[in-house]
């Protein structure tokens, strides 16, 4: 089983859906985690469940000042930062790019790469001299739609093949101090959403009409993910002795998804 014990850990995105399940995990692991949220009312569900034991901070990704704030609460609060979980994200909903409207399409693109490419890079660079101190990880969450076509427009798509450039381009960089990895989900029936300034911008992934038996037709292993169902990668991933020589990489969660 991976250590977290200890492990002081800064995630995006950690709110809800599937960085909320990661939260739950490592806290209940004895982790120490920071979350960087969107709003305030996302940081008060937190304090809910967590109390204390969670730390909480409103800001946006796609900003480096907030960036560099939540590193510099984590260090404060917990004294280091091990690990950085890049995971805010939003999604397209599968729009074909000759459906996207032309008064909006820029925003999107914006919005798209700025919250799934631009922030990660934010982060990790917001993280860096932290992680190289504490000899930490970086995990990022990528998709199915980082390696495949169907699980976005293409948009989303290119967006999340982009994390794996991020991934690769900067395990490189920064090793041997800090080993970059990444996870990529299949379809989890979560409250994803679409862009802010999107037709989108109020609707929730678990929203779709038949959402649930799509999902588990594509899907070999025949159903749709839980959140929690790509947790233990994570925490694989955090845990410098049950990752030891991983670096690059982005494990496929995916029940198969990319084998059709
Ligand atoms: N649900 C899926 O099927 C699926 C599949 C593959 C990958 N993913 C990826 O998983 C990650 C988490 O998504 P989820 O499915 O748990 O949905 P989610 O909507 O529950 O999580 C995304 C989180 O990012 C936050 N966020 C959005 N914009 C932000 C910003 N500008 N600054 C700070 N936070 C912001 C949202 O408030 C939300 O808490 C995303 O990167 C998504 O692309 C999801």
Redesign the pocket.
Known sequence: MPNLQGNAVLI?????????AIVRHFASEGARLCV????DE?ADSLRDEFGGQVATIV????NLKDNQKAVAQTEERFGRLDTFIG?????DFITPLEQQPADLIESICDDLF???VK?YALGAYACLPALRKSKGAMIF?????SFFTG?GGPIYVAS?HAVIGLIKQLAKEVAPDVRVNGV??????????GS?SSQHAGAR?SEIPGIGPLLEGMTPLGYA?E?EDHVPLYAMLACRESSKYMTGTTVLSDGGLGVG
């Not at 990529?184 to 959403?193: C, E, K, Q």
């Open positions: 995006t995105g950690g709110a809800t859906g599937i960085g909320r960087m949220c969107i709003s996302q800001g946006d990704v796609r995971n805010a994200g939003v999604w700025g919250i799934n922030g969450t990528a998709s199915t739609s699980g999340k990529a989900p299949g379809g989890t029936i979560t409250n994803l959403s802010p992934m993910a959140p």
